[in-house]
């Protein structure tokens, strides 16, 4: 019981480089998980933030109202301030109806382009850690086992218990990247379907929104 190797013994008695390894996967690891929690949060706002936001938009309400009773959250809310206070300024300037839905566009273009930044916020970081971390790992498990052979070739009787603890100390480096990188992999995988899906949502909210104001402006026009 003396002589019983334990991963914590392991991690101790491993060469310094190896310990580095480990140390930025545990790193990547904790990074890893606080951004899939902070995502999830995110993506369940934005969700309930769009379905709330279409009940009312499509609920026929006035638009003019329901611009002063929106909030300039991140979502559809903000996408449609954006359109309808770029709509009205142009409208008080008394430009024709092809700028000023031209200027109206535009600026739910350029919102819609922030939101996508924002759905996409962090997610390369997940990208990065599930592609990278396997090799890193793989690396400190082969400087690893280049000591243990190196300080086997010193030793003038060779016994599995000799050969064995650098071994398996090194092969933790392995499963640690295997650790950071497996649940980093299926939440980027996750996040950007959802990132996907509502970008699409979005995208569809600004042409039939444009629609709308393009027969209220052009109704306008030719009632003038």
């Known amino acids: ?43 369940q ?8 936001f279409e009940e009312r938009f499509w609920s026929g309400m006035d638009l003019s109202r329901l611009y002063r009773e929106s909030e300039n959250v991140p979502g559809l809310e903000y996408i449609f301030r954006a359109g309808f206070k770029e709509f009205n300024r142009l409208r008080q300037n008394d430009m024709d109806a ?9 600026a739910m273009r350029v919102a819609l382009a922030r939101e996508a930044d924002r759905l996409d916020a962090n997610l390369s970081f997940l990208a990065t ?28 009787q060779a016994t599995l218990a000799t050969v064995a603890p650098g071994i398996a100390e090194a092969l933790i480096a392995t499963a640690m990247g295997l650790f950071a990188a497996i649940p980093a992999v299926v939440a980027y995988n996750r996040f950007s379907a959802h ?18 104001l393009h027969r209220n402006v052009y109704a306008t026009e030719k009632a003038e």
């Open 1 to 43: 019981m003396e002589n019983q190797i334990s991963v914590w013994g392991l991690i101790a008695d491993a060469s310094l480089l190896v310990q580095l390894v480990m140390l930025a996967l545990l790193a990547a690891s904790v990074i890893s998980w606080y951004l899939i929690f902070q995502r999830k949060a995110y993506f």
């Open 45 to 52: 706002t934005a969700k309930a933030n769009q379905v709330e």
């Open 98 to 106: 092809d700028a000023i839905m031209s200027g109206t566009q535009r």
């Open 129 to 156: 850690v599930g592609s990278t971390s396997p090799y890193v790992g793989l690396f400190g498990t082969v400087w690893g086992i280049m000591n243990s052979f190196l300080g086997l070739a010193q030793e003038q």
């Open 195 to 212: 990132s996907d899906k509502l970008y699409n949502t979005y995208e569809t909210f600004v042409d039939e929104f444009a629609s709308i």
